[in-house]
Structures are given as C-alpha cells and as structure tokens.
C-alpha cells in the first residue's frame, strides 16, 4: 500500500496533532467509561475445527463454549479465555462463501493481546519452531509479534502491560 509522503504526510501528522490536542484529555481529567469492557469479539472463521487447533492448540486459549448460533440455524458460535475475563468469539457460516481477507474500512486490521515478556519468548518460540511466519523483533518491530490466523485475522501479541501504550499509562 502506497504511503504518503512530502507535504501530504506533513498536512496528515498536523491534523494529528490539532485532532490529539482537540480530545485527548490528561489523564486525571477523564470521566470513566460507560461500559464494564469487553464481553465479547465475534469473527467469523471458514473451518471450526481449523480455528479451535489454532486458538486452543497452538497458541493455548482454552476453548470454553461451542454452540449452535442464535441467529442462523446451522451456524456454530464458540469461544476462547483470552484472560482477564475476556472472550474471543467466532461463528462460521455454512453454505456462505468466505472471500480472501483483506484490510479494508470496517474491517478488523488486528487483535493487540497483551503477553508478559516470558509468554512473548514462549510464543516466539513456538512460532519459529513451525516455522509460522511473522513480524516482530529482528523483523521490525521489536514489543510485538503480528500473525494471520488461519482466517486472516491479524493478532498482535504485545510486550505491554493492559491500559499502556508503549510505555505511557492511556486508562487507570
């Protein structure tokens, strides 16, 4: 994907700025959130059981529900702990051709999982001994490791603790 550069990348990052000073509150000036967080993100995957080896299998988020969908008969919905009391959800849809994922508005582009540094080197680990290819230390980034799943979904597996954004503290 082809990048601004010159003066449009210098009009874009000023924007940034005006739009950071406009809403971003100090931290000790912020309301709380409306909500209690996440109950639930719901993908869609094309193969459950490709999906269930993925989660639960290889990278280890225990598979803690599989049932039929609510709302289209036929149609699994099951979920993975991601910790911390949240749940990872995917239901398939058979019959539904699944096009190629592509990064695109509304799309998901990534799921940021915060690891400790030891889970980061286990995971790491894992992913060089299958061979899995991804991006992250010695490949450009170095607090993250981004992955496809099995169905284009982009993980992060982020060196960070919740609520920090590379080291500055977003929520209490």
């Known amino acids: 994907m082809p990048q601004p550069e010159g003066a449009e990348l210098d009009a874009i990052r000023s924007k940034r700025d005006e739009l950071r000073e406009q809403y971003v509150k100090p931290l000790d000036q912020r309301g709380g959130s409306p909500t209690q967080g996440v109950h639930h993100i719901a993908l869609i995957c094309k193969d459950v059981e490709e999906t269930i080896k993925f989660y639960q299998e290889f990278l280890g988020f225990p598979l803690v529900e599989l049932v039929e969908n609510r709302d289209y008969r ?30 695109t508005i509304g799309a998901v582009q990534h799921l940021a999982l915060s690891i400790s540094p030891e889970r980061f080197e286990e995971i790491k680990g894992k992913l060089d001994d299958g061979g899995i290819e991804y991006l992250g230390p010695d490949r450009g980034v170095e607090d993250s490791l981004y992955i496809r799943d099995p169905n284009g979904v982009g993980i992060e597996f982020y060196r960070e603790e919740l609520g920090e954004f590379e080291g500055t503290t977003l929520i209490k």
């Open 74 to 103: 036929g149609s699994s919905h099951f979920f993975f702990d991601l910790g911390n009391k949240n749940l990872l959800g995917f239901f398939d849809f058979p019959g539904h051709d699944h096009p190629a994922f592509m990064e």
